[in-house]
Structure formats: structure tokens, C-alpha cells
């Protein structure tokens, strides 16, 4: 009892002490008792104001120096002393798969793949034991317009890796039992490609596109040109083009015209000139594009596919027109990034892909221009309407002035990261002589794709990449994606073969 008292006491004196009324009562505040706190300003930047970021310089790349070797031979030079490697591309216009023969796509290809199976006293174990022995990378190729061989070494080891490329281009082997395992592996590579999607939308909308025309075979061929392709055709079709005198050497690197001089020289001793008369130039007729009015579309059918790749295909321009530099930028507000349209509709907004893009292919007559995406199936009918929108907006509407200024820092830095690395730049150079093209386009082109205005992009994007004559192709399961294709107004459907048939 007296401690329950003492406790109640204690209670009052505290209650008195804080101002309390007592037990039963409940004080009630002042509406002006406590301010409104107002928020502290942010601390000083101990570094002081942040400075404004200019616009960086327009890059204009560097020109390789260029001469021609009494064999015939172009030589373009690029010195870079930074560090102690060398690239070197080995490129002959006109050796691609469009000078393959009609009925045997993939001719060039296999012609330029055979060339390190074995040539001089080495075998193709023996080229890859001694070129990676000398820390070195060697490889053969082809693209459409055309052939290439390429080395990277390390300065002090350039001579006996440009040695090996030396008879790999002048003493290939051609060896039968190489050709079979060779030849084996292409046609299963082929195989491989229809269960690809991705590669059989590129596959269709070329042939779509270009027809019968060498640009509308792809690189690689089909089952069908691969199995017309012998040994002999690939012994015919180097001796017509793998010579000195229709070679371009690009290099690259650490080293200068004296010293890459000799080098050749004795490199390339083996590789001797034609004896007949010199290669024929690469055809130079437009391709017989499809000129149907109104769109197509193509069904390539995938059945129980859970996603569909979609390709919106036109023409494109050549290489060698002065609207190619600008329709990068072009392209790149469309589908050339991460942030372009395409990308931000079809990924980010709706996530029915994950990503769209759109390219142009810039060859010595004019290419393809593509949109393309890979999608959910039962939103095909859907991601189609919209990126059929997206470029009929861009067509009729232009870029943004956003996207103006954002094209022009991306296409900067695309092409600052192009001449980066010897590598790299060795690889554009080459594109460039298998093109056509001259030494210094690349400082040309600069200067049309930094001054090409708001205005000057518009006009561009409305004559190159609308698509109300272009061809739609769609690989994917034809029975679930016709009930979509016809909700957005699409009732007539064309099917077709993965190779294109």
C-alpha cells in the first residue's frame, strides 16, 4: 500500500514537472507551438560550380599514306608507334560472293576459307601451331563484294608471322583430303543456319530483296550451290582473283614504308602475278531490287516457335554516295542504339523484344536498308504494327532536334573507337579499299556526317527508309501468326523456304 502511494506520487510530481494536468487530463498544443521547419539549403560544393560540357571537335580520321608496289600491289600505310603491333588486311575487291557464280553461292567463301588448309611445307595444324607459337592471329575470309586475309603480330615477330601469310596467299595446298573435311563442315554449317531464326530473316529478305541478283545469295551459299561447289571450282576461282596485282595490303601499326617495303618483298615473294589477263573488275549494274508497289510480306513457318524475328527490308545507297555518311545518323535515331526508337518502343516500353535495331549495308551498289527484332510470338502482329510505325513517323516527321545532337556525339565516338586500335583500323580501311572506296573517305565522309543539318536528316530519313514499298519477312509459326497479322490489317501473306525458296 505505501508503495503503490509513493508511485502515484511520483507520477503527479512528473506529470506537474512536464506541465502535465494530472492522469485524466490531456493538454491541448498551441496551433503556434512549434514552426514549420524549412528545408536547409545544400552544402557548398567544396570544388566550387560544376563547369558546362562543350561540344567536342569534329574527329577527322587520319589518312594513310599510299603508293603502288611494282608487282601491281596498292599499298595503304597507317603508322601508329603508340605501340609495337602491327595489323595488316589483305584484301581483293571483287573476290565476294557477288562474283560467285550463279548456281554456286559460297564459291568466294570457301575459295578464301581453303587458303590456310595448308600451304608452303606447313599443314593447317602446322599454320596454327607456328602462328600462335609467334603470339600472332591469322585469318581468311570473304564478304559479298569482297576476299580478305588478315594478320595481327607483335612487331619483333612480324617478319616470320608475314612469312606464313606469304604462302597461305601464293602456295595454298589445296589439299583433296582438306576440301572433304572443309566441305563437310560448310554444308553442316548450313544445315545449322535454318534452325537459326536471325540468320534465316537475313537469308530470306535478301533473296526477297535482290532476287537472282549476286547480292540476294548469301555469302555462305545455300545446301543447294554448296553441294555444285568441287575443288576445281575453288582452284578456278583462285586463280582468276587471288593475285598480286588486284590486292589492296592495308596495314596498320608500328612500322614505316621502309621497313614494310622489304618486308613484302620477301613475304611475298611467292605470290606471283596472273598469267593471263588481269582479274574483271566487279559488276557495277544496280541491283534488280524489287520494284512491286505496296508491301509484302513473307512468312518463313517455324511451328511452336516462342519467338518471331521480324525483318522490314528496302534499298539502300552505295557506299560511294556522299548520303551514306548522314544516313548513320539517320539510322542510328531509328534503330542504330540503345536509346534509338525502335529499341526504346519495342524493349523498354512494351517488352515484347529484347532489342530492335535497324542497319544499313553500304556495298559498291547500293545494299539493303533492314529494321529488325526478335519478339514474343503472341505479340508478333502487335511489335510489327509498331516498328512499321516508329519508321513511318521518322520518315514523314525527322529526327528531333535531341536526336540531331545525340547522332551526331554517337557517330563521333563510333568513328574515334573505329581508329582506336590498329585492329579496327585496319578492319574500316579494308572495307573501305573492298568497296571502292579511296584512302581518304574516311576524312571525307567525316566532314559530311558532322555538317549535315536538322534539315539535311529529314530529307534522308523520308527518301531512304519509308517503307510502304518494302518487304516484310517473319520467321515464326505461321498458324498463330496470321490470326495477328490480319487484326493489323495484313491479309495477303507470301511463304517461303529458309534458304530463301
Same mark, same amino acid.
Given at each position: 500500500?505505501?508503495?503503490?502511494?509513493?508511485?502515484?506520487?511520483?507520477?503527479?510530481?512528473?506529470?506537474?514537472?512536464?506541465? @502535465?494536468?494530472?492522469?485524466?487530463?490531456?493538454?491541448?498544443?498551441?496551433?503556434?507551438?512549434?514552426?514549420?521547419?524549412?528545408?536547409?539549403?545544400?552544402?557548398?560544393?567544396?570544388?566550387?560550380?560544376?563547369?558546362?560540357? %562543350?561540344?567536342?571537335?569534329?574527329?577527322?580520321?587520319?589518312?594513310?599514306?599510299?603508293?603502288?608496289?611494282?608487282?601491281?600491289?596498292?599499298?595503304?600505310?597507317?603508322?601508329?608507334?603508340?605501340?609495337?603491333?602491327?595489323?595488316?588486311?589483305?584484301?581483293?575487291? @571483287?573476290?565476294?560472293?557477288?562474283?560467285?557464280?550463279?548456281?554456286?553461292?559460297?564459291?568466294?567463301?570457301?575459295?578464301?576459307?581453303?587458303?590456310?588448309?595448308?600451304?608452303?611445307?606447313?599443314?593447317?595444324?602446322?599454320?596454327?601451331?607456328?602462328?600462335?607459337?609467334?603470339?600472332?592471329?591469322?585469318?581468311?575470309?570473304?564478304?559479298?563484294?569482297?576476299?580478305?586475309?588478315?594478320?595481327?603480330?607483335?612487331?619483333?615477330?612480324?617478319?616470320?608471322?608475314?612469312?606464313?601469310?606469304? /604462302?597461305?596467299?601464293?602456295k595454298p595446298k589445296f589439299s583433296p583430303v582438306e576440301?572433304?573435311?572443309?566441305?563437310?563442315?560448310?554444308?553442316?554449317?548450313?544445315?545449322?543456319?535454318?534452325?537459326?531464326?536471325?540468320?534465316?530473316?537475313?537469308?530470306?529478305?535478301?533473296?526477297?530483296?535482290?532476287?537472282?541478283?549476286?547480292?540476294?545469295?548469301?555469302?555462305?551459299?545455300?545446301? %543447294?550451290?554448296?553441294?555444285?561447289?568441287?575443288?576445281?571450282?575453288?582452284?578456278?576461282?583462285?586463280?582468276?582473283?587471288?593475285?598480286?596485282?588486284?590486292?589492296?595490303?592495308?596495314?596498320?601499326?608500328?612500322?614505316?614504308?621502309?621497313?614494310?617495303?622489304?618486308?613484302? /618483298?620477301?613475304?611475298?615473294?611467292?605470290?606471283?602475278?596472273?598469267?593471263?589477263?588481269?582479274?574483271?573488275?566487279?559488276?557495277?549494274?544496280?541491283?534488280?531490287?524489287?520494284?512491286?508497289?505496296?508491301?509484302?510480306?513473307?512468312v518463313v513457318d517455324r511451328p511452336d516457335a516462342p519467338?518471331?524475328?521480324?525483318?522490314?527490308?528496302?534499298?539502300?545507297?552505295?557506299?560511294?554516295?556522299?548520303?551514306?555518311?548522314?544516313?548513320?545518323?539517320?539510322?542510328?535515331?531509328?534503330?542504330?542504339?540503345?536509346?534509338?526508337?525502335?529499341?526504346?518502343?519495342?524493349?523498354?516500353?512494351?517488352?515484347?523484344?529484347?532489342?530492335?535495331?535497324?542497319?544499313?549495308?553500304?556495298?559498291?551498289?547500293?545494299?539493303?536498308?533492314?529494321?529488325?527484332?526478335?519478339?514474343?510470338?503472341?505479340?508478333? @502482329?502487335?511489335?510489327?504494327?509498331?516498328?512499321?510505325? /516508329?519508321?513511318?513517323?521518322?520518315?514523314?516527321?525527322?529526327?528531333?532536334?535531341?536526336?540531331?545532337?545525340?547522332?551526331?556525339?554517337?557517330?563521333?565516338?563510333?568513328?574515334?573507337?573505329?581508329?582506336?586500335?590498329?585492329?579496327?583500323?585496319?578492319?574500316?580501311?579494308?572495307?573501305?579499299?573492298?568497296?571502292?572506296?579511296?584512302?581518304?573517305?574516311?576524312?571525307?565522309?567525316?566532314?559530311?556526317?558532322?555538317?549535315?543539318?536538322?534539315?539535311?536528316?529529314?530529307?534522308?530519313?523520308?527518301?531512304?527508309?519509308?517503307?510502304?514499298?518494302?518487304?516484310?519477312?517473319?520467321?515464326?509459326?505461321?498458324?498463330?501468326?496470321?490470326?495477328?497479322l490480319k487484326a493489323i490489317g495484313i491479309t495477303k501473306?507470301?511463304?517461303?523456304?529458309?534458304? @530463301?525458296?
Amino acid at each position: 500500500m505505501r508503495r503503490h502511494l509513493a508511485t502515484v506520487a511520483v507520477l503527479a510530481l512528473l506529470a506537474g514537472a512536464c506541465g @502535465g494536468a494530472g492522469p485524466s487530463q490531456v493538454p491541448t498544443p498551441a496551433a503556434s507551438a512549434t514552426p514549420v521547419a524549412t528545408a536547409a539549403p545544400p552544402p557548398a560544393d567544396p570544388l566550387g560550380p560544376r563547369p558546362e560540357l %562543350k561540344t567536342p571537335e569534329p574527329f577527322t580520321p587520319p589518312v594513310p599514306t599510299s603508293w603502288q608496289r611494282p608487282n601491281g600491289m596498292i599499298v595503304w600505310l597507317l603508322e601508329r608507334h603508340t605501340l609495337p603491333v602491327v595489323a595488316m588486311q589483305v584484301v581483293i575487291p @571483287g573476290a565476294g560472293s557477288a562474283g560467285d557464280a550463279p548456281d554456286k553461292g559460297g564459291l568466294a567463301l570457301t575459295t578464301a576459307n581453303m587458303l590456310d588448309e595448308g600451304a608452303g611445307t606447313r599443314g593447317p595444324l602446322d599454320i596454327a601451331r607456328d602462328i600462335d607459337r609467334l603470339g600472332a592471329t591469322l585469318a581468311t575470309g570473304a564478304y559479298t563484294e569482297y576476299a580478305f586475309a588478315q594478320l595481327t603480330s607483335l612487331k619483333k615477330n612480324l617478319a616470320p608471322a608475314a612469312a606464313i601469310l606469304g /604462302d597461305v596467299l601464293g602456295k595454298p595446298k589445296f589439299s583433296p583430303v582438306e576440301w572433304k573435311r572443309v566441305h563437310d563442315l560448310w554444308e553442316n554449317d548450313l544445315r545449322a543456319r535454318q534452325s537459326e531464326p536471325n540468320a534465316v530473316a537475313g537469308v530470306v529478305s535478301a533473296r526477297q530483296l535482290f532476287g537472282s541478283d549476286p547480292y540476294g545469295h548469301p555469302v555462305n551459299g545455300t545446301l %543447294k550451290s554448296a553441294a555444285k561447289v568441287s575443288l576445281d571450282d575453288v582452284k578456278t576461282f583462285y586463280a582468276q582473283w587471288w593475285h598480286p596485282e588486284a590486292a589492296t595490303v592495308v596495314v596498320a601499326g608500328d612500322i614505316t614504308r621502309a621497313e614494310l617495303d622489304p618486308l613484302l /618483298d620477301k613475304a611475298f615473294a611467292g605470290w606471283q602475278p596472273a598469267r593471263t589477263k588481269k582479274p574483271p573488275a566487279a559488276p557495277t549494274k544496280s541491283p534488280s531490287a524489287s520494284a512491286e508497289a505496296g508491301r509484302r510480306v513473307v512468312v518463313v513457318d517455324r511451328p511452336d516457335a516462342p519467338q518471331s524475328v521480324i525483318s522490314v527490308v528496302r534499298l539502300g545507297v552505295a557506299a560511294s554516295s556522299p548520303e551514306a555518311p548522314p544516313l548513320v545518323r539517320v539510322n542510328a535515331a531509328l534503330g542504330g542504339s540503345f536509346t534509338s526508337r525502335l529499341n526504346q518502343d519495342l524493349r523498354e516500353e512494351h517488352g515484347w523484344s529484347y532489342g530492335a535495331r535497324s542497319r544499313f549495308s553500304f556495298t559498291r551498289r547500293p545494299g539493303m536498308f533492314a529494321a529488325e527484332a526478335a519478339v514474343h510470338t503472341e505479340h508478333t @502482329g502487335e511489335a510489327l504494327k509498331a516498328m512499321l510505325v /516508329d519508321i513511318e513517323e521518322l520518315a514523314k516527321g525527322g529526327l528531333t532536334k535531341e536526336e540531331v545532337e545525340k547522332t551526331r556525339l554517337l557517330a563521333r565516338g563510333e568513328l574515334v573507337e573505329s581508329f582506336e586500335a590498329v585492329e579496327a583500323a585496319a578492319r574500316r580501311l579494308a572495307r573501305n579499299a573492298g568497296v571502292g572506296l579511296g584512302p581518304d573517305h574516311e576524312a571525307k565522309a567525316s566532314a559530311l556526317l558532322y555538317g549535315a543539318t536538322k534539315a539535311d536528316l529529314d530529307k534522308l530519313a523520308a527518301e531512304h527508309i519509308d517503307v510502304k514499298n518494302g518487304i516484310v519477312v517473319i520467321v515464326g509459326p505461321r498458324a498463330k501468326l496470321e490470326p495477328q497479322l490480319k487484326a493489323i490489317g495484313i491479309t495477303k501473306i507470301e511463304a517461303s523456304g529458309p534458304e @530463301g525458296d
